[in-house]
Every structure is written in structure tokens, then in C-alpha cells.
């Protein structure tokens, strides 16, 4: 499914519980989602609508603010992270659909080739249960990290 048919069922389902006002006001991270949303305004403006795209640098404030009824919707997450904060935080939301998921990195400012990563480095991995794991993977496939075997 392309992104303009992602975008515009989005738009459709959450049209839905609107009235005259056509403005629709949709939180994301920075990078990508910010970027693919405004990549995707004349998309909206063509079927009339106003999108405002509303950056948070935090993972739990655009579902805080979605719970509160401050953003309309928002572009960010995966299903296992909706429903761990759902869980952790006794609130309802709920997805409209699939996102891409985007894979993850190794970022340095210094270090050019994960090569020279030193052993004891200190790397910085997600805080969250759904995220964790995945970062822990990363690591483990760039042989950064070894996992103990459990014994039975």
C-alpha cells in the first residue's frame, strides 16, 4: 500500500468524528514521521483539509497528549509500544492501521566504523520494554554485546 492511500484512509476514519472544522492536528517524532506527514500536506489540502504536524522529541508525550484530546491523532509508534503505554498508563487508545517501521541504527558523532566502537563503550539504547529488545538485537548482531546462554 502506497503512503498517499495510508495517509488518506487515516484521514477518512478520523474525518469521521469531525464536523465543519476541517483541520486535523497529528503528532509525531522528527525523523521520519514529521517528515512524511509534511511531505504529505498537499495531499491533505487537496481534499480540503488543514494538517497541522505538531514534533515531540518524546515517546510517551504524543499519547499523553492524544489521551488529553490536544492532538487528533498521532504518527510514531509501533502496536507493541500502543499497547504497552495503554497498559502502563490505563488510558484507550487505539491504532487505525499499520506503520512502517522503521529500522534501527548505530549513530556516533565520532566513531566512523563500528570497528573502532571500544570495548567498554557506553551506548545509549530506547527505555522502553517494546524498543529495548530491538536495540539489544542491533547490538548484539553488530557483535557489540553477547548474550549468556540460560541453562536449563
Known amino acids: 500500500m502506497n503512503i498517499k492511500k495510508i495517509f488518506l484512509s487515516a484521514l477518512f476514519t478520523i474525518s469521521l468524528s469531525f464536523g465543519a472544522d476541517k483541520t486535523i492536528i497529528i503528532g509525531a517524532t522528527p525523523t521520519p514521521y514529521a517528515e ?5 500536506k498537499p495531499l491533505f489540502q487537496e481534499k480540503g483539509w488543514k494538517l497541522i504536524v505538531k514534533e515531540f522529541n ?8 492524544l489521551n488529553e484530546k490536544d ?11 500502543l499497547d504497552d503505554f495503554n497498559t502502563h498508563k490505563g488510558t484507550k487508545l487505539s491504532s487505525l492501521g499499520a506503520i512502517v517501521l522503521v529500522p534501527m541504527a548505530i549513530y556516533s ?4 566504523d563500528i570497528k573502532d566502537i571500544p570495548n567498554g563503550a557506553k551506548i545509549a539504547i530506547p527505555n522502553d520494554a517494546t524498543n529495548e529488545s530491538r536495540a539489544l538485537d542491533l547490538l548484539a548482531k553488530a557483535n557489540l554485546i553477547e548474550f549468556k546462554s540460560q541453562s536449563t
Not at 58 to 65: G, L, T
Not at 71 to 81: C, I, M, S, T
Not at 109 to 112: A, G, P, R, T
Request: charged share 15%; net charge neutral.
Open 71 to 81: 492532538l487528533d491523532a498521532n504518527l510514531y509508534q509501533h502496536k507493541p509500544f
Open 58 to 65: 518524546d515517546y510517551n508525550i504524543p499519547n499523553i497528549a
Open 109 to 112: 558523532n565520532s566513531i566512523k
Open 36 to 40: 512524511i506527514l509534511n511531505f504529505s
